[in-house]
């Protein structure tokens, strides 16, 4: 499984777009790339997926450049619920694999 | 609200013990999941039942067990508690089997476990 390097802590502050980049130096050619949200004592929540190029949905958008090793979820313009912990997966889409959720980035923001 | 429950949401207990944690996933999903967040190791995958079949197996200990039944819910049971199963347990489920990227997992609340 490709292995994933994001950083612990962002700080950021209501109104502002953040940006979290992603590591996966190893990723496959079938791998796909997800992100999922955690609040505070709540289980994690599905955010975005995508594959290559741009994906972008109500909540956020996901860049992946050409060579895909690495990816950055955008929030645009966040509030305070927007603090999280943010994770980033890498995983096959066919085929059977576990998802492995690593430290996430913990996503603080102030007023 | 993922539509999955979990039930007790917080549980308190003493070290030898055996607890039994359990899960209902969403509506048609056919696959559960069973993870431990604990402070220090982050959010560990213990093991994947789908349909009532054991699927994939992670990082779970001897001492703990799962089983799908034919409602399709799952209880995760601990037993010889130690201090350090003091973590928050997640199920997840997820509508078909073959986990990875492909099948958006929906988390329930957690049960909260405290071994003292």
């Known amino acids: 499984l490709a292995k994933t390097t994001q950083p612990i802590s962002m700080d950021s502050y209501e109104g502002q777009e953040v940006n979290i980049t992603c590591s996966h130096n190893?990723?496959?050619?079938?791998?796909?790339i997800t992100w999922y949200q955690q609040f505070p004592s709540q289980g994690p929540r599905f955010i975005i997926q995508g594959y290559k190029t741009k994906v972008t949905n109500e909540v956020a958008s996901l860049f992946i450049p050409a060579d895909r090793k690495s990816s950055t979820l955008s929030l645009p313009r966040v509030s305070l619920s927007d603090t999280a912990v943010y994770y980033c997966?890498?995983?096959?889409?066919?085929?059977?694999?576990?998802?492995?959720f690593g430290k996430g980035t913990m996503l603080l923001v102030s007023p | 609200d993922s539509g999955v429950t979990q039930t007790p949401k917080h549980l308190i207990t003493a070290t030898g013990q055996r607890v039994t944690l359990r899960c209902s996933p969403r509506s048609g999903d056919l696959s559960v999941y069973w993870y431990q967040q604990s402070l220090d190791q982050g959010l560990q995958f213990l093991i994947q039942?789908?349909?009532?079949?054991?699927?994939a197996k992670g990082n779970i200990l001897e001492r703990f067990s799962a089983q799908q039944f034919p409602d399709l819910h799952s209880e995760l049971n601990l037993s010889s508690l130690e201090l350090g199963d003091s973590a928050l347990y997640f199920c997840a489920s997820s509508v078909g089997g073959s986990g990875g990227a492909g099948e958006t997992q929906y988390f329930g609340p957690g049960t909260r476990l405290l071994v003292l």
């Open positions: 039942y789908y349909n009532g079949e054991e699927r």
């Open positions: 190893n990723i496959a050619t079938n791998d796909y």
């Open positions: 997966l890498v995983a096959p889409d066919k085929g059977y694999s576990t998802l492995t």
